[in-house]
């Protein structure tokens, strides 16, 4: 057996990037498992090497100084890393380690990072005050949609369809993930006619509307479309952030626009969905508000999408609050003032479903429904007026029954989808 020289139970991390696993060796111990994802992740290989030069790389090596069963806590010397640098981060702790035959399964649950490393980021440039400040909306959530059909509309039918849900009283309209800039409705003539619904929906309403359009593209094109966004009085881009990459992420953050970033996090669950294996959802927000998103997608634990409710309320806290306590899945983390960024719940919502979502998430939440205003029997702008009604009636604590006897829409709509039970 090797010796487990990245293992120290006695050291108590100061300037250090830590990480929760969840490991699960295989045909090893745990001890040994812990080990090998340690020396993996930091300084070490697979077997000795020279060690003329060891001295000063013995000083920042990763080291295990936590096993509570299956969850393993590793400290990475903040030295180990470029700080500034996401991809370098991640490559070092959630890289090579998740397919070593050490482990027969490694899950990143959590990090922790310390303040060089959060100093070195801008964060999230609005944030939940910011948002609120330019929405003009004080308390109540965000209310939002997805145009849907998700993908065939054209550019007219596009915009129509927002001006409809800014009119029945949505705050912002989103594009969908995999709404670029096709053939049948090209980034240019979209943003400028949904822009220009949008504007007109604002003097119809007196309320302020935002468009959210999709500028994920290869990088350099990415710039041109925010840039583009920006100069024709947008205030929100929208960027599905793992499948452009964190790099692209920091390339956009960077480049400081004036615009509100949406964060999509289409691909998430190829990472998250397993249990045992991969990254938490967690980690993705961590990353995310540390480069700077001002709104992310977190999940409901209600409608379509996989997700407890509980793991939702701690990546919410997690991303909201300066300071996080630890939990059974979760480290502590000083944020250092870092702007918070405001959750967004989507994924087959509807009116019923509001007042689940602000008794367990709150008030500083985006509420997107996509299927759930489109879908609405008379239509896109009744279908955006059963949801602002739903949250008026939450506001005013009243039943959605009750308020449904006075406001049509939101009667219909419990009429084709119903409330859920027991929720």
Same mark, same amino acid.
């Given at each position: ?39 993996? !992740? ?123 849900? =800014? ?172 702007? !918070? ?75 084709? =989808? ?6």
């Amino acid at each position: 057996m090797r010796k487990l020289n990245f293992i120290n139970f006695k050291y108590h991390p100061k300037k250090d990037l830590i990480c929760l696993f969840k490991i699960v060796p295989n045909r090893i111990s745990i001890k040994e498992a812990a080990n090998t994802v340690a020396l993996e !992740s930091s300084v070490g290989t697979w077997t000795d090497v020279a060690k003329g030069k060891s001295d000063y790389v013995e000083k920042i090596k990763a080291k295990v100084f936590s096993i509570r069963r299956n969850r393993v806590k590793i400290a990475y010397p903040q030295e180990l890393f470029e700080y500034d640098n996401v991809p370098n981060i991640l490559s070092s702790i959630a890289g090579n380690i998740m397919g070593m035959k050490a482990v027969k399964s490694i899950r990143l649950e959590d990090v922790s990072f310390p303040k060089s490393i959060i100093k070195s980021f801008s964060g999230p440039k609005y944030g939940i005050k910011g948002i609120r400040e330019m929405m003009k909306i004080k308390k109540r959530p965000l209310v939002g949609t997805i145009i849907k059909p998700k993908l065939g509309l054209n550019t007219q039918h596009h915009a129509q369809s927002a001006y409809e849900s =800014w009119i029945g009283g949505c705050d912002i309209v989103k594009d969908d993930e995999n709404l670029s800039s096709q053939k049948f409705n090209t980034f240019e003539k979209r943003l400028a006619k949904t822009l220009e619904m949008a504007d007109k929906a604002e003097k119809e309403t007196g309320e302020k509307k935002a468009y959210l359009v999709n500028v994920t593209a290869e990088t350099k094109e990415m710039l041109k479309r925010a840039q583009l966004a920006e100069k024709m009085g947008s205030k929100y881009i929208m960027i599905d952030i793992l499948t452009a990459g964190w790099a692209a992420l920091q390339t956009l953050r960077e480049a400081n626009f004036k615009l509100a970033i949406h964060a999509h996090r289409a691909m998430h669950a190829a990472f998250d969905r397993n249990p045992k294996h991969g990254i938490s959802m967690m980690v993705i927000a961590d990353f995310a508000r540390l480069i700077g998103v001002d709104q992310i997608h977190i999940g409901t634990g209600i409608g379509k999408l996989e997700g407890k409710i509980k793991n939702i309320k701690e990546i919410k806290e997690d991303i909201e609050k300066n300071q996080v306590k630890k939990g059974h899945d979760r480290l502590k983390q000083n944020w250092y003032n870092l702007n !918070s960024t405001l959750g967004v719940s989507s994924g087959g919502l509807h009116p019923g479903h509001i007042p689940f979502l602000i008794k367990n998430l709150g008030k500083d939440l985006v509420i997107q429904a996509g299927g759930g205003v489109h879908g609405h029997p008379f239509g896109t702008e009744a279908g955006a007026k059963a949801m602002r009604q739903a949250v008026d009636a939450v506001m005013k604590k009243t039943s959605l029954n009750e308020y449904a006897k006075t406001h049509v829409e939101l009667e219909q709509a419990i009429s084709q =989808w119903g409330l859920p039970k027991n929720k």
